[in-house]
């Protein structure tokens, strides 16, 4: 089972894009869900994470303030992104946390995630 990644663009800096991560036969809405990005030649990076209750949410420093994850309490999570610089430029996964009992908030780690999807690539650029 994989995850589908959608709403990837091209933004001039200062734009905003709302990504989103579906579930298909697999009920997303019991597991935490996290949004992660990689560039070419660099580890994914941990974006965000949410809990399953939506209840809990977590940010890396460089995006606080400027992206707001979420779900819809069923099979869908989206990551509204706004105020995008052009280091945002990544293609954008979202894993789904391999414990329901995930519980490891500090520090968002892909080894902790899977069903990703093909990924949606974001691109900041004037």
């Known amino acids: 089972v994989r995850n589908v990644e959608s709403g990837g663009g091209l933004v001039q800096p200062g734009g905003s894009l709302r990504l989103s991560c579906a579930a298909s036969?697999?009920?997303?809405?019991?597991?935490?869900v996290g949004w992660f990005r990689q560039v070419p030649g660099k580890e994914r990076e941990g974006v965000s994470c949410?809990?399953?209750?939506?209840?809990?949410t977590v940010y890396t420093d460089s995006v606080k303030g400027r992206f707001t994850i979420s779900r819809d309490g069923k099979n869908t999570v989206y990551l509204q992104m706004n105020n995008l610089k052009p280091e945002d430029t990544a293609v954008y996964y979202c894993g789904t946390a391999l414990s329901l009992y995930y519980n490891k908030y500090a520090d968002i780690s892909p080894a902790d995630f899977d069903s990703w999807g093909q990924g949606t690539q974001v691109t900041v650029s004037s």
């Open positions: 036969g697999f009920p997303l809405d019991l597991y935490a």
């Open positions: 949410i809990s399953s209750d939506g209840g809990r």
